[in-house]
């Protein structure tokens, strides 16, 4: 099975950016990858996602604050978040964008002042 390793979270204030990593054990090329995200309390939700040929798809808090890119050379994909948000507090994972993989470890990120 792929598994995949996040990385790049931290703290971060109100209006900051943060740039997330994730590397996956085996070629992503042909493959829709996708960031998820895990808050205190709350159930796992779906950030964002990108398709093998790089167009990408946003939940609605994410679009027009988050990036998401891919590097298949590296088996890589990315979550550039600007103008973070306390609300955006939570443990980021990747996966398939409707999962299917083991979860990794994820990376936390916190927003507050």
């Known amino acids: 099975q792929v598994q995949v390793v996040e990385s790049g979270g931290g703290w971060v204030q109100p209006g900051g950016s943060l740039r997330l990593s994730c590397e996956a054990s085996?070629?992503?090329?042909?493959?829709?990858m996708g960031w998820h995200r895990q808050a205190p309390g709350r159930q796992r939700e779906w950030v964002a996602a990108i398709a093998p040929n790089g167009a990408p798809l946003y939940a609605d808090f994410a679009e027009g604050r988050f990036t998401i890119s891919r590097d298949d050379a590296k088996n890589t994909i990315y979550l550039k978040m600007n103008r973070l948000e306390p609300e955006d507090t939570a443990v980021y994972y990747c996966?398939?964008?409707?999962?299917?993989?083991?979860w990794g470890q994820g990376t936390q990120v916190t927003v507050s002042t």
């Open positions: 996966n398939r964008p409707t999962g299917g993989w083991p």
């Open positions: 085996a070629s992503i090329r042909q493959t829709h």
